[in-house]
């Protein structure tokens, strides 16, 4: 064979070799796939099919926050409000004597569970309250034993009834003044003989505030120290005057918190005019689930009227394709599904058309599945 085709055919040898190498590591040596994966396998007019492949976890992460489409439309309410720890999950625990701080237990922050000690006070009240409750305990026991003495001798009818009834009396009269002196002992605080009272918060939670130090001096009524329990919250809500008679104790209603994530929650308590100077009602609701943190500041929306169409968070309906697009949330991700939009305000958009009562929706963070479509469309152009 000529010397030229030699060479030339070695050269084509080569080439083909490295063309198969680097076509072998492209697919072997792929980068790992993107957490979120744009799906073009199913798409059709206005977007429809199109999926964002996207974990709950990575949902959140990604500040995707979805939300429950309601019926209601004009006639829905929307309120704004705050979360707050229930009535029952706060304390503000008091000395119950006078004395002074031996001890102090606790720091803010500290959680404790219901009759956790928060300080000891020595005081010179309490022992006398103690020393007084055994006293009265020591006189009942005598009473006691003086009537059982004279319950034996009226029987075998050496003593006459009215001294009987006198033992009766007096062993009365010692028993229930030994009661009394318990109780006493007992709302100081149960102090020891010499006069240490250990004071004690009546719930569990967290010490949110201290107020008294280790030799200081605290009054009887005197603030120790307030407790709150995170996880029994409340919402309250201002509502205007006219819509008070709209609401009603025990109707659902959903929260939405300042992440864009709701919450359902039932209305507990409507108060009327609670607020005299503006007439607004003041309206309580219970989350039934978790979530929410006590100061933060949240929404509603109260389906006043069953009747209307859907409504949804206004940044829930996205353009896609010149179709207008909500993302419904699926299992595996969100897909983009066409909807008709009808009219907006409040921050709320109605659909005439797309969606039904019920359906779980992207709401805060919809554009950002709208934008991981563009980059696979973009990915798809290259």
């Known amino acids: 064979m000529p010397a030229n085709k030699t060479t030339l055919l070695a050269a084509a040898t080569v080439i083909v070799a490295l063309g198969a190498g680097y076509g072998l590591a492209r697919l072997t040596d792929r980068t790992p796939a993107p957490a979120?994966?744009?799906d073009h396998g199913d798409e059709h007019a206005g977007g429809g099919g199109t999926v964002v492949r996207l974990t709950p976890q990575q949902a959140r992460a990604a500040g995707v926050a979805v939300v429950t489409v309601a019926l209601g439309g004009a006639g829905d309410l929307r309120l704004t409000g705050r979360v707050e720890a229930a009535p029952s999950?706060?304390?503000?625990?008091?000395?119950?004597?006078?004395?002074?701080?031996?001890?102090?237990?606790?720091?803010?922050?500290?959680?404790?569970?219901?009759?956790?000690?928060?300080a000891v006070i020595r005081s010179a009240e309490g022992a006398t309250l103690h020393a007084?409750?055994?006293?009265?305990?020591?006189?009942?026991?005598?009473?006691?034993?003086?009537?059982?003495?004279?319950?034996?001798?009226?029987?075998?009818?050496?003593?006459?009834?009215?001294d009987w009834e006198a033992a009766r009396a007096s062993s009365a009269r010692a028993g229930a003044q030994a009661v009394a002196a318990r109780a006493r002992a007992a709302a100081a605080g149960g102090p020891s003989a010499g006069g240490e009272t250990m004071v004690r918060s009546p719930i569990g939670g967290l010490v949110t505030n201290v107020q008294v130090a280790a030799g200081g001096f605290v009054a009887q009524g005197g603030a120790v120290a307030d407790i709150a329990d995170p996880s029994r919250v409340e919402v309250l809500f201002s509502a205007p005057a006219e819509a008070a008679s709209r609401l009603r104790t025990g109707a659902a209603l959903k929260v939405i918190g300042p992440d864009g994530a709701e919450?359902?929650?039932?209305?507990v308590g409507v108060a009327p005019l609670a607020q005299g100077a503006t007439g607004a009602a003041i309206v309580r609701a219970r989350p039934l689930g978790a979530g929410l943190t006590p100061g933060a500041a949240v929404s509603a929306a109260i389906a006043t009227d069953s009747a209307g169409y859907p409504m949804v968070p206004a940044e829930a309906v996205q353009t896609l394709k010149g179709a207008s697009v909500v993302f419904l949330a699926e299992t595996n991700g969100f897909r983009a599904h066409q909807v008709t939009p009808g009219r907006s305000g409040a921050g709320m958009t109605q659909i005439v058309a797309g969606l039904k009562g019920g359906d779980r929706i992207a709401g805060r963070g919809a554009f950002l599945l709208k934008a991981e479509l563009a980059k696979g469309e973009a990915g798809h152009e290259d």
Not at 101 to 116: C, I
């Open 263 to 267: 919450a359902d929650a039932v209305i």
């Open 89 to 118: 999950a706060r304390a503000a625990v008091a000395a119950p004597v006078s004395g002074v701080v031996v001890r102090v237990l606790v720091a803010p922050g500290t959680s404790l569970a219901a009759g956790g000690g928060l």
């Open 132 to 162: 007084e409750a055994i006293a009265a305990g020591a006189e009942a026991e005598a009473a006691r034993a003086a009537l059982a003495r004279e319950d034996r001798l009226f029987t075998a009818g050496v003593t006459a009834r009215q």
């Open 36 to 38: 979120a994966e744009a």
